[in-house]
Structures are given as structure tokens and as C-alpha cells.
């Protein structure tokens, strides 16, 4: 003989009615969770992006105070140089997007019965992004510009010579394109 348990039918639809709960608060709870990780996850990634920023940033200031002393110290009459260059804004990115747009007429009647066409356009822009080998994906960057360079101060053994201070100044003129009153030569220090 085989025994049956048999459930009333109001048992059933409330058993129904706890496992469809159960599975609506487990589609409710992942999502929560991935959003909580990504937005750390992409603090993170900010912090470290501006980090790896001023550091390339750091690298590129160096870099051209470095040959621009080289340069002048190889210039007759300027000898030992000393450079220091600042920056006016930092460098930037150029991230690739996809544009759609989106347009659509209609017309309406106005309350003195007389009919306009009514256009509205929509659009959308979408970032591209490119897969790293490691699987990650990153904004794929169409152009990069150099930073904007503020001001030049050049420390010159031969800066006090008028004719010494002119040509420094074309050539920083002519190397950064910085106005002017925006590049200072002095004359170095015997100490």
C-alpha cells in the first residue's frame, strides 16, 4: 500500500507563494550587491587613475625641464641652467563615442485651428570600449593632448646679457608656445 501525503490546496498555494517570494528576493538581492562592489571597485580605479595622471604628469615636467637645460646650457653665452616649468591645466583624454540620433516630426493644431510641424531631435552618445587581454574593458581614448604649460623660470649663468635673455625667451617661446610675460630669465647665483 503506498501512502500519499496529500497537501489541502490552500497549503500548495501558499508553499507556491513562498518559493516565488524566495526567488524575487534573491533577483532583488544580487544586483544590489554587484552595484555596491562596482561603485567601490570604480573609486578605486579614479583614485589610481589620477595617481597614474600626476605621476605622468610629474614625468612629463621633468622630462621637458631636463631637455630644456640641456639645450640652453649647450647655447653660447647662457652656461650653467637651472629650469623650472609649470603647469596650466592637465593632460587630456579624448574617449571615442558612438552618436545616434534620433528625429521625429509631427504636427500639432494650435487653438486658432492653424497647424505647425513640431520636430524633436534626440541624441545619444555611447562610450566605445576596448577589451584588455585581461578581459577588462577600458574607454578607448581617440586622442590624447599634452598638458598646457603655465610658466617658464630659467636660472642662467649668462641671464643677465640682454642678447642671452632674448634668445632663451624665443626658444621657450618657440618650444611651448608661452607668451611672453609668462617666461622669466634670471641671472644664476655664483654660490
Keep these: 500500500m503506498e501512502s500519499k501525503i496529500k497537501f489541502p490546496q490552500l497549503q500548495k498555494k501558499q508553499i507556491l507563494l513562498i518559493f516565488l517570494i524566495g526567488i524575487l528576493l534573491l533577483v532583488i538581492a544580487i544586483p544590489t550587491e554587484k552595484k555596491e562592489k562596482t561603485s567601490n571597485q ?3 580605479e579614479d ?15 621633468k622630462r621637458m625641464e631636463r631637455k630644456l637645460k640641456e639645450t640652453l646650457e649647450c647655447v653660447e653665452g647662457v ?39 513640431v520636430k524633436d531631435e534626440q541624441q545619444e552618445k555611447q562610450s566605445i570600449y576596448i577589451q584588455d587581454t585581461d578581459g577588462s574593458q577600458k574607454p578607448y581614448i581617440s586622442k590624447e593632448m599634452l598638458p598646457e604649460i603655465a610658466g617658464v623660470l630659467v636660472v642662467a649663468q649668462g641671464g643677465e646679457k640682454p642678447v642671452v635673455i632674448q634668445n632663451i625667451t624665443e626658444a621657450v617661446q618657440a618650444l611651448f608656445g608661452v607668451e611672453v610675460h609668462k617666461i622669466k630669465i634670471m641671472k644664476r647665483s655664483d654660490k
Design 42 to 44: 570604480e573609486e578605486r
Design 47 to 61: 583614485r589610481e587613475e589620477r595617481m597614474l595622471v600626476e605621476s605622468k604628469e610629474e614625468e612629463y615636467v
Design 79 to 117: 652656461g650653467k641652467v637651472d629650469v623650472l616649468i609649470t603647469l596650466k591645466s592637465t593632460g587630456q583624454k579624448i574617449v571615442e563615442k558612438d552618436r545616434n540620433s534620433k528625429r521625429k516630426y509631427s504636427e500639432e493644431k494650435d487653438s486658432t485651428g492653424g497647424m505647425r510641424e
